[in-house]
């Protein structure tokens, strides 16, 4: 019988924030350029604002996300990648490309 090698922490880490639940579309939306929150809102159907709000605030805390508040009236707030946000580029492509192969959409979707 062959040992059973435990997972990397922070692969495990990495997993856990980027597949969380909303996450990697809201980073699939952002790898077009920046967003309004009501943009992102429009293009993740489903997401709803609390968890929006919630899941940008937790990948700002990763530097993944970049909030920028311009003073404006009214005022208009943008996010983007930042660059260690757009390094997911490949990691997002694919799987989308794995997505297209593999899962494709069921009806209702």
């Known amino acids: 019988m ?4 435990q997972i990397c922490p922070v692969f495990h880490r990495a997993v856990e924030l980027v597949g969380k639940r909303w996450t990697g579309a809201i980073i699939r939306v952002l790898m077009d350029g920046p967003r309004r929150f009501s943009e992102l809102l429009e293009a993740v159907p489903g997401l709803h ?3 929006l709000s919630e899941r940008l605030r937790e990948l700002e805390a990763e530097g993944i996300v970049r909030r920028h508040v311009y003073p404006e009236t009214p005022v208009r707030i943008e996010y983007e990648l930042t660059p260690k946000g757009r390094d997911l580029d490949k990691v997002v492509s694919e799987v989308e490309r794995w997505a297209h192969r593999w899962a494709p ?3 209702g979707d």
């Open 2 to 5: 062959h040992e059973i090698q």
């Open 49 to 51: 604002d609390r968890l």
């Open 105 to 107: 959409a069921r009806a």
